[in-house]
């Protein structure tokens, strides 16, 4: 099975070949990319390697974000298209986190 | 000898280019170089005694600007020329081929590999350099590619890009993924 950094990486190579070849493809493949770059940070944040700041941070597509790099001109609806598909991306994996943990405390199998 | 004054005399004996694109050449290396002193322009340096401005094939869409490194040769989109394009963007897009490519490589994109995530940080840089006034045709990798310099550091994409060493981020990436 792939990995999520091969699906992240794949899907970001496809993401430009569909726009050179097949348009319609790009919102699905952006999304594909979306949700595992979530699923990465997700693992992250569970591992602990991520302060509060952090979190928050990322969730932060906006040009005006305090990195380094930023661009001006990005479309506002292709931005709070994408911050919308990451924060449901977060939302479910730390939601299945939890469930999982409540099951091992309740002496349930998974 | 200064490193931008070496690259002036060899844009100088460039038979290729007008003295109006040889001046925003060099405006645009000397930018580079202000911001980034320690990368290395030795590759610029060579390159530019040749360097050719061309235009891509009339069914190529590989965006508005590419760099050819085997026929070292800036490419413009003979389609998307007419368009709101910055200029000075997509120039600077030329230099950091030429800075960052060698053969196989350019920046971490090694025979296709990385493409997305190359041409995402090929436009950040552009982007933090010079801005961008005009259209953008790559806003979904800028996206994924800031996200990937949050998950593992901005600077490691920053050191891949100019040693062309795309295993880094592999390593990075799966580091972060498992642990």
Redesign the interface.
Known sequence: MA???ET??DY??Y??TA???NPHQ?TDA?AI??ES?S???V??IQ?G?CSEE?IE??GD?LPT?T?????????PD??AH?HQK?QESVKIALLTSSMEDKDLSNGKSL | MDIIEEVRNNLATNQNLTDEVKDKMLELTTLFHQKFPDVSLDRLKEKIKDVKLGKMGVFE??GPVIYDSLKNEICFSSKKLGEDYDIDHLMMKGILGMISSYEDYYGFNKN??????N??YT???A??LV???????Y??????T??????IG?DILFQAYFNNDSDII?KK??E????
């Open positions: 990995t999520k950094t992240a990486f970001m190579d993401l430009v726009k050179e070849t790009q952006f990319v979306l770059l699923d990465i940070r693992s992250q591992r390697l952090d941070k990322f597509f974000t990195e380094m790099f930023t661009n001006k001109e990005m479309h292709r931005v994408a990451y | 869409r590989k296709g590999s990385l493409r997305a995530l041409i995402g436009e950040m840089l982007n933090f801005g961008n006034e005009g259209v953008c045709d806003e979904e990798e800028l996206l994924a800031n996200l990937i310099s949050q998950i901005e592999y990436m799966l972060a993924e498992v642990g």
